[in-house]
């Protein structure tokens, strides 16, 4: 079955950095684009960032770009999220994500929280 799994979460200082990993079991994970989420209590879940299947493409939404980078290792079934020049508005949950055969599978997500 599809499985995701978020690592790499924790506590970091405002202006400082974390790498989030996402590890996939389950399916074709090199031909797949890989989605990261993030949400915070009370709203909505908003897409971060996207990978196409090589690598050779990325997506940011605004809030992010220029600091946070999507890479992936398709030999390890691994996604990662490089997350630089942190601030307390990218304190909440991340999850990552993959659209397989029409259905959304998420991981459990990983606490991240930035202080001031």
């Known amino acids: 079955q599809v499985q995701l799994v978020e690592s790499g979460g924790g506590l970091v200082q405002s202006g400082g950095s974390l790498r989030l990993s996402c590890a996939a079991s389950?399916?074709?994970?090199?031909?797949?684009?890989i989605f990261w989420y993030r949400q915070a209590p009370g709203k909505e879940r908003d897409l971060v960032t996207t990978?196409?299947?090589?690598?050779?493409?990325?997506y940011y939404t605004d809030s992010v770009k220029g600091r946070f980078t999507i890479t992936r290792d398709n030999a390890k079934n691994t996604v990662y999220l490089q997350m630089n020049s942190q601030t307390p508005e990218d304190t909440t949950i991340y999850y990552c994500?993959?659209?397989?055969?029409?259905?959304?599978?998420w991981g459990q997500g990983t606490q991240v929280t930035v202080s001031t």
């Open positions: 389950g399916f074709n994970f090199s031909i797949y684009h």
């Open positions: 994500n993959v659209l397989y055969h029409g259905q959304r599978y």
């Open positions: 990978i196409t299947p090589t690598g050779t493409a990325t």
